[in-house]
């Protein structure tokens, strides 16, 4: 049986090392930016609209993105969050992303 060479285990401890680092900078959510998407129909009727946390990528069909909250349009329009994110692709007939900013709920979850 032969053992790793120092330095093959060396490069494995830093690079599990690093993905630990990484993980815990994406869960900080002062650096991340958000965008609103919002969805309407073909009259400009607002179908829904999204709160994106992070980027938001353009896809054959949609927009895909992290959301964390979604405003449903009319005639009941409902609120509901994602205090983790989720993952959503976004298709409409009209789609609109501009900036925005971090949601208050999330500023109370921090506790800042």
């Not at 401890?13 to 900078?25: K, M, P, V, W």
């Not at 998407?37 to 009259?43: G, I, K, P, Q």
């Amino acid at each position: 049986m032969k053992f790793l060479p120092p330095f093959l285990i060396a490069v494995l401890a830093s690079s599990l090392l690093s993905a630990c680092g990484t993980y815990s900078q994406r869960l900080s959510s002062q650096q991340l930016e958000y965008r609103q998407v919002r969805v309407t129909n073909l009259r400009g009727e607002l179908v829904a609209d999204w709160v994106a946390e992070g980027s938001v990528k353009r896809t054959d069909r949609g927009y895909r993105m992290r959301a964390v909250q979604r405003t449903s349009g009319p005639p009941l329009m409902t609120v509901t969050r994602y205090p983790y994110g989720r993952k959503v692709e976004v298709t409409g007939a009209n789609i609109v992303v501009t900036p925005a900013g971090k949601p208050y709920w999330l500023f109370a979850m921090d506790g800042r």
